[in-house]
């Protein structure tokens, strides 16, 4: 008997109870269809490492992230069913941590564009999307998932500011945006419309007039950094390693820290306004960004020892 009626019936409680599934869904369903194949009518240990074992090289994390996923399926699963076996905690090696950042340069940043805005299509759409999500993602250092979910009434041409509805842990903020911004996200939507008509109530969209997808964007991005050597060359779509969509955020965060510190403004007093426009909850989260990028751990240091040579004298 087919998991997939019971992986269904999961993903709706979830949902009921607020939870964003996109990615879950994504890898559970993988996972079943490997169920499928492999005629499994239960799920037990030794079938998630074969399925764990047949999929891509990725590093620790993800591995654990994916493990985590399907592990709390499977509780829920058991509790229905004791004949599904839960794999254990720890099965898979767990190293997870911050993963050092990737700085763009302004010359890569511009590069990346400019591949995405040449990705083929039909209609152009494809092109235009990526290359525009990605070049907001690296001006104001969105998450991924906030950008992706933005709708076109998030955005208030008039006052120049982006309305931030699902950030992490729900909260919600307003970002003030540089006229240059406003101005490319308005050709964008224009451009948009012009193509499929009235693209509601998404803002980033497919050639489908589908909302964009993680996984999409993902691809797409892998696809732009393969074009200009950032990541190589890959066999049946596969991603390949290097830089990510998510160091477009730590490179926004690192660009504007280093600026503070080379215009002499105190970063100490400053740190409250980027860490509200990031949407961290803790300026910890922020501060980090000083210890994982040795050049602003340098001008740190550099404006450290300077003040204490004033306080001596």
């Not at 898979?92 to 993963?99: A, E, I, M, N, V």
């Not at 006229?179 to 939507?189: K, R």
């Not at 980033?204 to 074009?227: M, S």
């Amino acid at each position: 008997m087919s998991i997939a009626p019971q992986l269904d019936r999961y993903l709706s409680v979830r949902r009921s109870l607020g939870y964003d599934l996109r990615t879950d869904e994504r890898i559970l369903r993988r996972f079943v269809r490997f169920a499928d194949q492999e005629g499994a009518s239960r799920i037990d240990t030794a079938l998630f490492l074969r399925w764990d074992a047949g999929l891509p090289d990725v590093g620790t994390s993800t591995r654990s992230a994916r493990f985590g996923k399907v592990r709390l399926f499977v509780q829920w699963l058991s509790g229905i069913d004791s004949a599904h076996e839960v794999p254990p905690r720890g099965l898979l090696p767990d190293r997870s941590g911050r993963q050092r950042p990737y700085i763009y340069s302004e010359g890569e940043i511009a590069s990346i564009i400019a591949a995405a805005k040449a990705l083929p299509s039909i209609y152009g759409l494809r092109g235009l999307t990526c290359s525009t999500l990605f070049g907001l993602i690296a001006v104001t250092g969105l998450r991924i998932s906030e950008a992706l979910a933005l709708d076109d009434d998030d955005l208030d041409a008039g006052d120049g500011v982006l309305r931030v509805r699902r950030g992490k842990l729900g909260r919600e903020r307003l970002l003030p945006l540089d006229p240059t911004v406003v101005a490319q996200l308005v050709a964008y939507a224009a451009e948009r419309d012009r193509l499929l008509g009235r693209a509601a109530p998404a803002f980033f969209v497919t050639e489908k007039g589908t909302r964009l997808t993680d996984c999409c964007a993902r691809y797409n991005f892998a696809r732009a950094c393969q074009q200009i050597g950032l990541r190589a060359d890959q066999q049946y779509c596969r991603h390949g390693r290097g830089p990510r969509i998510h160091d477009l955020r730590h490179t926004f965060a690192v660009r504007t820290m280093i600026d503070w510190y080379r215009a002499g403004k105190d970063p100490a007093r400053e740190m409250i306004r980027l860490t509200t426009y990031l949407g961290h909850t803790d300026p910890s989260n922020t501060f980090w960004y000083l210890e994982a990028v040795p050049e602003l751990l340098d001008l740190a240091m550099a404006r450290a020892t300077a003040s204490d040579g004033e306080a001596v004298q």
